[in-house]
């Protein structure tokens, strides 16, 4: 049978209700998930390695590289024909992309979550996890980089958000949809995911602090100008901007302070389909912005903009190379 590795990290797929807490924490093991999923052991062979059991609202970057690292050593292991990745869905997108950015073998890597946890009746856990195997062992899914399988949808990494606190169907690709289904026994890819690059992490990696501040209706640059002034570990900041990429002049002028320091800064925007691009000449504009050498995220999000310059910042690149990769 194919072999699939199971790094459990939490989530509400791991969630029990603590009454002294008198809400769900994470508290199941991967073991106990394997368990309570009938019919995994009938179709992979399983190793489980419990990572972190947390709540994915508190995954930090240490963690992160630690699961990349992880991940990458299950891989380069011959007998293993994929990964599944157990992890809360509030961060589950910035993690897959994490993934999909740093790890180098082209077996499947497949993240999992669930919308309620496995002790209430209506749980999508098993079915989620399930699917997650089946996918991991599919060789459609070989040279998709990494994958996120909830509801019997695939997504790719880099185009899925969680666009629901409560359904089912709480992840989706807003712009070019799901890459395949997994329902009915079936995994079945329809698309590939052309927009991908990997950037191999070095020994010494890690993942500076970068921050997102947000572009709104009043916003003057504050935000931006605490950060400078209070946060001497920054290394890069991303502009969750409005439409095409635009912020209010006064709000450029704190852009411009940063990019004054050799801040690396990301315009991304926080509409969720759509590129940035340059269109208006206001001071403010896209155009205004680049030419003080801010990057330009294309359509990546603000977070995943977040997750790409953090991982990115490991290849001491010039500003020119951060481009492209973004544009890539």
Request: hydrophobic share 45%; proline share 6%; net charge negative.
């Amino acid at each position: 049978m194919p072999r699939v590795a199971i790094l459990a990290t939490g989530g509400t797929i791991a969630g029990k209700w603590d009454p002294a807490r008198n809400g769900v924490v994470p508290a199941l093991t991967g073991e106990e998930l394997v368990r309570l999923t009938p019919g995994l052991d009938t179709i992979a062979d399983l190793d489980i390695e419990q990572v972190a059991n947390v709540d994915s609202s508190d995954i930090q970057p240490g963690l992160w590289l630690r699961l990349s690292r992880l991940v990458n050593h299950w891989l380069a292991r011959p007998e293993t024909t994929g990964v599944v990745v157990t992890h809360g869905t509030d961060t589950l997108e910035e993690t897959a992309y994490l993934l999909d950015l740093t790890v180098t073998s082209n077996k499947p890597v497949v993240l999992a979550g669930a919308q309620r946890p496995p002790s209430f009746p209506d749980s999508d856990a098993p079915r989620n996890l399930f699917d997650a195997v089946r996918v991991a062992i599919s060789p459609e899914a070989v040279g998709m980089g990494a994958l996120v399988v909830m509801n019997g949808q695939i997504h790719a990494a880099r185009d899925v958000t969680k666009t629901s606190t409560t359904e089912f169907e709480a992840f989706q690709s807003l712009e070019f949809g799901a890459l395949g289904i997994a329902d009915m026994e079936t995994v079945r890819f329809y698309r590939a995911p052309l927009r991908r690059r990997t950037l191999p992490l070095p020994v010494d990696a890690r993942f500076g602090r970068v921050e997102i501040a947000m572009h709104y209706a009043g916003a003057d640059g504050a935000v931006i100008r605490a950060l400078l002034a209070h946060t001497p570990d920054l290394e890069g900041l991303v502009i969750a901007a409005t439409g095409l990429g635009q912020v209010s002049e006064s709000m450029f002028e704190a852009i411009a302070e940063a990019r004054a320091r050799s801040l690396p800064v990301v315009i991304s925007t926080r509409v969720y389909t759509g590129r940035v691009i340059p269109l208006y000449g206001s001071r403010g504009g896209v155009g205004s912005l680049r030419a003080l050498g801010c990057i330009l995220a294309g359509n990546l999000s603000p977070v995943k903009s977040r997750v790409l310059l953090m991982v990115a910042l490991n290849q001491r690149a010039s500003p020119e190379a951060l481009q492209t990769w973004f544009d890539t």
